[in-house]
């Protein structure tokens, strides 16, 4: 048989779909197995559910966060937190590195107000004030329906994956912050979830 015909075959919409599902698949298990960071001391994911309805690509998640002693001293002390939720949204390709089809980003900010003795959270325009730490913790550990893709960018049986992290960001600390702070274990504080695209709910 000519070369020419193995590579028509091959570019058959049926092969490069099954070969698609087949790279997907070996994506995943790579990202089980060479994952860091499926979960760090005191951040631990507890919950990860996606739904896919007429609204899009859906994301529930629940997640622990325990602050070591370290960070909690330096909140304390008026040092920021930032915690950003990210999630990115692929198509595997053969024939190339995975396509990015969307990606959601959520960015926190954490301070303690010593005169009013309260957390405040700052999650874009938005603040809203907690009288414990735990209270405070409890808005970044958990998102119900956030929309991560619109409908019209997924597409059915192609084997598209999210890739899910959530972390304690001291990058958007000042720099003399980062410094001091970089490379200290208290401050490592991240997680890293893959996960297939589901299928359209039908109703």
Do not use: C
Not at 43 to 61: H, I, P
Not at 166 to 190: M, T, V
């Amino acid at each position: 048989m000519s070369t020419a015909w193995h590579r028509r075959w091959f570019l058959q919409p049926r092969v490069v779909r099954r070969w698609g599902r087949v790279v997907a698949w070996l994506v995943a298990l790579v990202f089980a197995l060479a994952s860091p960071r499926a979960h760090a001391d005191g951040l631990n994911l507890t919950g990860f559910d996606l739904v896919r309805d007429e609204e899009g690509l859906l994301l529930d998640y629940t997640a622990r966060i325990e602050l070591p002693r370290a960070v909690e001293d330096a909140l304390q002390k008026g040092v920021p937190l930032y915690f950003v939720a990210a999630v990115d949204v692929l198509r595997p390709r053969w024939y190339w590195r995975d396509r990015h089809i969307a990606r959601a980003v959520r960015n926190w900010r954490l301070t303690w107000q010593p005169l009013t003795r309260v957390y405040r959270i700052n999650l874009g325009s938005v603040s809203q004030n907690y009288d414990s730490l735990a209270d405070a913790l409890g808005s970044i550990q958990r998102a119900t329906r956030w929309k991560l893709a619109d409908s019209a960018v997924l597409e059915r049986g192609s084997g598209e994956y999210v890739e899910f992290s959530l972390r304690l960001d001291i990058s958007q600390l000042p720099r003399p912050l980062q410094i001091g702070f970089g490379g200290q274990a208290a401050w490592d504080l991240a997680l890293e979830r893959m996960a297939f695209v589901p299928a359209p709910v039908v109703r």
